[in-house]
């Protein structure tokens, strides 16, 4: 039977302690909040020629046939940046790259996924993710994928960022080909692949090619411990074909997660991610170790760990306040000033407002903000 919630794997709960959970990321999540997939932009790109005159009716229809989403993206942009529409092509990038603002509040799963405590890695290149991210932890050129500084509080992007630098992207076939051979990157990839506990997020059959191609370029010979985990969502009776899916997968050490999709569809994923979140930070040992790292340089002021500890405590409020509570207590609070001033942890608006007592109108209480103890310090 295919459950709406898959256990949590005891081997990712290990690596989310060990630090070697790496999380991939693919089209089907930014699918969740609005964005359309390859497959979406591939259809648009047909039209837009067709519009421009670049095809004709006929041409169109016989590229609509083509299920390669790549080949038809590759074949578009030749024929835009022919006819001198080369931003009309990225106009068309942009476009199918923007989210749905309801959704965005509804059910915003890169707010779940950020708590999974993994290594980030995504093959799309949307922005959606950044703003769980410091400007300098985010990774999408080519030559800074540097496999002996891998850093599980970063994002990387191997596919590059539109918003970053539009020619750092990779929708071409000799794009892919260009990136996937260059060494030090697939030094990269094959380290995650041999020393990290894979979990693939968002990877559907629109996606099977890249993912085909990244499991068995870089995935380790010897695959007979079930390492890494892809989620699937299946219909409820699909337990044959969720089976077959299983025997492929397990052929190359992959262990598929299956969900259940008929009453919430692919928003399903979002209700897992959830989930976990809750059970993998009730059982791991992540808190006690972000503790640890703040002990360890908050005496000790230098940029690199510093930036470390700004990533860790953006988006968590547990350890946010462990280390103010830390950094009044320091005897060298100065170095620390400047950055968090930067970064706007002093900003007045950030000031809790006084809240009214549930039970008793007119009496009200004023919580306490985290960054006075450390103001006071200084």
Not at 105 to 119: A, F, H, V
Not at 267 to 278: D, P, T
Not at 314 to 325: I, L, M, S, V
Request: proline share 4%; glycine share 4%; with cysteine.
């Amino acid at each position: 039977m295919i459950p709406k919630i898959p256990k949590v794997r005891p081997q990712i709960v290990e690596a989310v302690n060990n630090g070697t959970l790496a999380v991939f990321i693919g089209a089907g999540v930014s699918r969740l909040i609005g964005c359309k997939g390859w497959d979406g932009l591939a259809k648009n790109l047909i039209d837009r020629c067709f519009r421009e005159q670049i095809i004709n009716f006929r041409e169109k229809e016989s590229l609509i046939q083509n299920n390669d989403s790549k080949k038809i993206i590759t074949i578009c942009y030749y024929l835009l940046e022919k006819n001198g529409l080369k931003e009309v092509f990225f106009k068309e990038l942009e476009n199918s790259l923007k989210a749905d603002e309801e959704l965005l509040k509804s059910q915003n799963i890169y707010d779940e996924l950020y708590q999974l405590r993994g290594l980030f890695i995504t093959t799309n290149i949307d922005d959606h993710f950044h703003i769980k991210f410091e400007p300098t932890r985010i990774i999408y050129k080519e030559q800074d994928f540097n496999p002996s500084n891998i850093d599980r509080n970063k994002l990387y992007h191997i596919h590059g960022c539109l918003k970053k630098d539009r020619n750092s992207i990779v929708f071409t076939v000799p794009q892919y080909i260009k990136r996937y051979n260059n060494p030090i990157f697939r030094a990269f990839l094959e380290k995650i692949f041999a020393e990290y506990t894979v979990l693939f997020i968002g990877y559907g059959m629109a996606e099977f090619e890249l993912l085909d191609f990244l499991i068995t370029k870089f995935n380790p010979k010897d695959k007979k411990e079930l390492k890494h985990f892809i989620l699937l969502p299946f219909y409820r009776g699909e337990e044959r074909i969720l089976e077959f899916e299983q025997y492929y997968y397990r052929s190359m050490g992959i262990e598929v997660l299956s969900y259940e999709k008929d009453e919430k569809g692919y928003g399903q994923l979002y209700e897992v991610i959830k989930e976990w979140n809750r059970e993998i930070n009730q059982i791991s040992t992540y808190l006690y170790d972000t503790y640890k790292e703040i002990d360890d340089v908050i005496d000790d002021y230098a940029k690199d760990k510093a930036e470390k500890i700004f990533q860790i405590i953006k988006n968590d409020e547990a350890p946010r306040d462990y280390f103010f509570k830390k950094l009044a207590l320091t005897s060298n609070p100065f170095p620390w000033l400047e950055p968090l001033k930067e970064r706007g942890y002093f900003d007045p608006q950030n000031n809790p407002r006084p809240q009214e007592v549930s039970n008793k109108k007119g009496y009200f209480i004023m919580p306490y903000w985290n960054v006075l103890g450390y103001l006071e310090n200084v």
